[in-house]
């Protein structure tokens, strides 16, 4: 009898590294990034909630993404990201999820 069995890599531990974003402001170009440590393979990030200022948009990279656009509505801005690795070694396919709010004000 032959048994496989695959652990996800639990030392590597995914974790949401950036705590707080700048500030932007209307009709002037935003960048900032939302970093990632740990996992296994590819890294994804998104929006699980909230909503990201108008002209704003997350682009998921391998273990961060990027926050970039030209905001063209004022506010503060709350909103949820998930970042999930892909445990390429795991038999049932599933993988690690964190998640972190974050809150973004675009000035006038």
């Known amino acids: 009898m032959l048994l496989l069995l695959a652990v996800c890599g639990s030392e590597r ?50 273990s961060f993404a990027v926050l970039d656009g030209t905001p063209n509505v004022e506010g503060q801005y709350l909103f949820t990201v998930e970042a999930r690795d892909r445990c390429e070694d795991s038999l049932s396919g599933l993988g690690q999820v964190v998640s972190q709010g974050f809150s973004l004000t675009i000035q006038p």
Do not use: E
């Open 13 to 62: 531990y995914l974790d949401i590294t950036t705590n707080t974003l700048k500030d932007g402001r209307v009709g002037t170009a935003y960048a900032d990034t939302v970093r990632t440590t740990g996992g296994r393979g590819r890294v994804t990030v998104r929006v699980i909630s909230g909503q990201l200022p108008p002209g704003i948009g997350l682009r998921s990279q391998d």
